[in-house]
Every structure is written in structure tokens, then in C-alpha cells.
């Protein structure tokens, strides 16, 4: 028997788990009061496990070179369009000075995968470097594609914590149609398993509202990623790419649509897992200069501010209307807390912000 949204709710807050049937109730949601109560239950619980508190993630762009061929993604290796480029080593530590003086308590590199030798020992001496110009207080989060367990051992090594890598979707078939033929989702799981391994806290997730992605395949999503057991997840809604097969896709994208089952999947992923930290991603903002505002309410606990140099943000376009483009980073720092006080949370500053999650399956 399907229950009632508020009974469903009910139970999320009782610490019950929830199940398929119940999350396609809550992504279907249409009626306003009900959409509200939803918000309202993932927000209690984000209160209750993981505080009012935002934290800070600087982000820093360092390479849109991709060896990958991923067919949604604005920087792959067939779009001609796209003018690549990489930061220098200097590049990057100014980057990461900035974010450091500014007490963020983490920093991201994100890039195109490349599997190298050369790339890898790039960031190694990076990470060395970055450790050593911040005194080791600045949290490293790496987000660089799928790589070899042994790359992933020498960069946990140099003093890398953290690793994001999505699964994109979790169902192996659809993985397919989204990506070329040597492109494994297999592969992809399988690194997820090695980065636990080699001890790193592990962040995973979906895109949300592919061509044919039904409500039952979002919460499948859910409730995979929930027992991979994972300690930070970033999902956010699929927006096409003029440069891709999907730009015809562009003419009649549900902007409000997209943005609506965004945080619906945002507060369903606060209600199974409620002490992960949860990240309101910056493809929420493309959708609406509010959207990662929204997903705080919506139960989410992370932003990741960009802290590239601006000169570079243009060439970094996963997806069509990455917002902030023209912003440096002290103008998006500055916005964003202003609207992060009028909800009435405060920001970790000067905190790593490992989630209760990883806290309690490591403890100590
Ligand atoms: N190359 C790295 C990280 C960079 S891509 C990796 O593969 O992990 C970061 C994320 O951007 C991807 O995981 C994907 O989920 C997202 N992304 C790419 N194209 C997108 C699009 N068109 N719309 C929304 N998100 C997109």
C-alpha cells in the first residue's frame, strides 16, 4: 500500500527507511502544501544531524583537457568548440591561498580526466604544495575522473581526503546509452570501491532528469547511493549543452521542471541519508540565481563557491548558463552570505565539515 505524503514523512522522521514506492510519492509531488511539507521534514533533519550550518568548499576549475567522450558534457573530448587550457602550479596555490584567507575550510580541484603519469605527479607536487602553503588546514577534495588505484593511493599519499566521482546514473544500461562503448560504468563503481579502500571520505551521485530518466530510476538512485554507504553526495539537475548531441534538447528544457525535481531529489536525499553532507550544486544556480539557496532549504549543507580566477570560468562550461561567470570570487563569497544569513544559517568558516556521516564510521 502506497501512504499518504505526510504518513511517508512521518516516517522519514521517525528514522524509518523509506522505499521505492515512497520516494516516486515524494518526487511526483505537485501540490504546493505537500512540496512545503517535504522541504520542511528534510530541513528538520538536516537540523537535527548535520546543524544549520553552510560549509564552504572552495572550488578551483584546474583543466577542462578530457580524455573522456561523456555525450552530456559541455567540455568533452569531441567538442572542437571549447578552448582547453590548464592552471599553472602557481595558479592553483593562489587559488588556494585565496580560499584559505578566506578561512574555506576545503578546497576542490576539479578537471577533465586525464590518466597519466605526468598528471599525476602534477598533483602530487600540488598537494604538496598546497599543504605546505596552508599549513595543512585546508581539507582536499579531488574530483578528477576515474583513475587507476594505485594513482589514487600516491594522491591520498601527497594529503588528499576527499574524492567526488558520480555514477551519473545507477543503472548500468542507461550509463550506456549516455556514454560511448569504452566508457564502463563498472569501471566507474569499481573506483568508488577502490577510493574507500585507499581511505578516502567518498561523494557520489547522479544527474537528475536525463532524456528518459523515469521518477522509479531517481529513487532507485537514492536508494543505491544510500547503500554504497557514501559520506558526501552532489547531484544536480541535467542541463543540455549547445556543443553536444543534446543541444536540441535546449529549445524546449523545463527550466522550473528540472529545478523542481532537483530539490525534490535534494530533500529525498536528506530524509535516507541524514547525516551525509549534501551538496547544493552550482547547476541549481544555472537553473535560478536562487536555486543553491533553495537547496539549502531543501536539506542540502554544502556550496562549492568557485574560486577560479574569472579569466578562465567560460572555458569551464560542463553545461549551458553556468551562472557567475563574469563574478570574481570575493563577489560570489559575498553573495552568497548574504543570502546564507537571510535564511538564518551561519557558515563554517575556518572548518573542515566532515560529515557526522564519515565522523561515525571513522571515529576518531
Ligand atoms: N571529470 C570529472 C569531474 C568533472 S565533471 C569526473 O568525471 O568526475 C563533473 C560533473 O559534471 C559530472 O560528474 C556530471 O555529473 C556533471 N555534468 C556534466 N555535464 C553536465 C550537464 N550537461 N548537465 C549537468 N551536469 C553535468
Known amino acids: 500500500m502506497i501512504h499518504s505524503v505526510p504518513d511517508i514523512l512521518n516516517q522519514a522522521l521517525l528514522g524509518q527507511s523509506l522505499g521505492q ?43 577542462n583537457i578530457c580524455q573522456k567522450d561523456c555525450t552530456y558534457c559541455g567540455i568533452r573530448r569531441s567538442n572542437s568548440r571549447v578552448k582547453r587550457f590548464r592552471l599553472s602550479e602557481d595558479e592553483i596555490i593562489q587559488a588556494a591561498c585565496w580560499a584559505h584567507r578566506n578561512r574555506y575550510g576545503s578546497l576542490v580541484l576539479q578537471g577533465g580526466e586525464v590518466q597519466s603519469e605526468a598528471q599525476t605527479a602534477f598533483i602530487e607536487e600540488i598537494l604538496n604544495r598546497l599543504h605546505a602553503a596552508t599549513d595543512g588546514e585546508l581539507a582536499v577534495t579531488l574530483s578528477l575522473g576515474e583513475q587507476p588505484r594505485d594513482v589514487l593511493r600516491r594522491w591520498r599519499r601527497a594529503g588528499a581526503q576527499r ?27 569499481s573506483c568508488l570501491e577502490d577510493l574507500r579502500q585507499e ?118 562550461q560542463l553545461y549551458e548558463g553556468k551562472p557567475s561567470l563574469d563574478e570574481n570570487s570575493e563577489q560570489c563569497r ?6 546564507i544569513h ?17 565522523l561515525g564510521r571513522c571515529p576518531g
Not at 37 to 52: C, D, E, P, T, W
Not at 170 to 185: N, S
Not at 334 to 339: A, N, P, V
Not at 342 to 358: D, F, Q, V
Open 21 to 63: 514506492k515512497e520516494l516516486i510519492r515524494l518526487l511526483d509531488i505537485q501540490v504546493e502544501s505537500e512540496r512545503q511539507a517535504l522541504f520542511q521534514a528534510a530541513y528538520k533533519l538536516k537540523s537535527k544531524h548535520v546543524g544549520r550550518v553552510v560549509y564552504f568548499r572552495g572550488l578551483v576549475e584546474i583543466s
Open 163 to 189: 574524492y567526488l566521482l558520480r555514477l551519473e546514473t545507477t543503472r548500468e544500461d542507461f550509463y550506456q546509452r549516455f556514454h560511448p562503448e569504452d566508457h564502463l560504468w563498472q569501471t566507474r563503481l
Open 199 to 316: 581511505d578516502y571520505q567518498v561523494g557520489t551521485g547522479v544527474m537528475i532528469g536525463l532524456p528518459g530518466q523515469t521518477r522509479a530510476d531517481l529513487a532507485d538512485d537514492l536508494l543505491f547511493i544510500k547503500n554504497l554507504d557514501v559520506d558526501m553526495i552532489g547531484m544536480g539537475p541535467f542541463i543540455p549543452h549547445r556543443d553536444t548531441p543534446f543541444a536540441s534538447y535546449l529549445a524546449d528544457f523545463d527550466k522550473p521542471g528540472s529545478l523542481d525535481l532537483g530539490l525534490k531529489m535534494l530533500a529525498c536525499a536528506r530524509l535516507l541519508l541524514p547525516d551525509a553532507n549534501l551538496a547544493a550544486t552550482t547547476a541549481l544556480q544555472a537553473l535560478d540565481g536562487l536555486g543553491r539557496e533553495m537547496g539549502l532549504k531543501a536539506g542540502a549543507n554544502i556550496i562549492m563557491p568557485n574560486v577560479t580566477d574569472s579569466e578562465y570560468r567560460h572555458q569551464y
Open 342 to 358: 537571510r535564511i538564518g544559517e551561519t557558515i563554517g568558516y575556518g572548518k573542515w565539515g566532515n560529515s557526522p556521516h564519515y
Open 334 to 339: 559575498q553573495s552568497l552570505q548574504c543570502t
